[in-house]
């Protein structure tokens, strides 16, 4: 998962299969974005979601927001190639609200 | 148009020589950040903007200051840089804070220091 200590993680999968990335935190979170970023890009949002949903979806698309575990998921169902990119998670913190990213995962979907 | 433009794009520079980096963005949003990505670590916060001349620290604003005189204009200047300021440089803005909506980042800006 992101944030934390941990390396960036690298995902692969085949067309057709579903994939579910995690972020984790340790403060309280207002809100959460996922973004991608595709190569030579910059990162754009795909999904955000508040504590007060638990459950948001756009298209194949599906991120989760679990204020007790103080984690997010994001998930694709029936990835396609055009879903490889790397997705960040970010939340805002502090009183002024400073966004901070995790370090990414790397997704790959072969076709 | 909904637009973060960045430029320059590339850029070269020898060690100790002074790097600006300018950003421009057409929304009137009111708060923009400067980030750095690096291989595996992410997007690290630079610098973040609250309006014209309302600019805060983020994690890690060594070595880096920056400059607001327009809302809709915000720029990252490196004083004398160094080589492990070699990094990809992304502007971004958004309508108030990240708690109320998302972040608009720009195509990036690649800086190589020699």
């Known amino acids: 998962s992101q944030w934390g200590e941990e390396n960036l993680q690298a995902l692969s999968i085949q067309e057709g299969e579903d994939v579910t990335m995690n972020c984790s935190y340790k403060t309280y979170t207002t809100v959460v974005h996922w973004y991608r970023q595709d190569s030579g890009r910059g990162p754009a949002l795909i999904i955000l979601i508040r504590s007060n949903e638990r459950e948001k979806r756009s298209g194949r698309l599906r991120a989760t927001l679990d204020t007790s575990s103080q984690s997010s998921s994001l998930s694709i169902t029936a990835a396609q190639c055009e879903d490889t990119a790397v997705y960040f998670c970010?939340?805002?913190?502090?009183?002024?609200?400073?966004?901070?990213f995790g370090k990414g995962t790397s997704l790959v979907v072969h076709p | 148009d909904m637009k973060v433009t960045q430029m320059p794009r590339y850029l070269i520079k020898r060690m100790g020589e002074n790097v600006l980096l300018e950003c421009g963005q057409d929304?009137?949003?009111?708060?923009m950040y400067w980030y750095r990505q690096d291989p595996g670590l992410g997007l690290q916060l630079i610098y973040i903007s609250y309006d014209v001349d309302s600019n805060s620290e983020g994690d890690i604003p060594k070595g880096y200051r920056v400059s607001r005189k327009k809302r809709e204009h915000f720029s990252l200047i490196l004083d004398s840089a160094k080589t492990n300021q070699t990094s990809v440089y992304f502007c971004?803005?958004?309508?108030?804070?990240?708690?109320?909506?998302?972040?608009?980042f720009g195509e990036g800006s690649k800086l190589t220091v020699l």
């Open positions: 929304m009137s949003h009111e708060t």
């Open positions: 971004a803005s958004s309508f108030q804070g990240a708690n109320t909506g998302q972040l608009y």
């Open positions: 970010a939340r805002a913190s502090g009183g002024n609200y400073k966004p901070t």
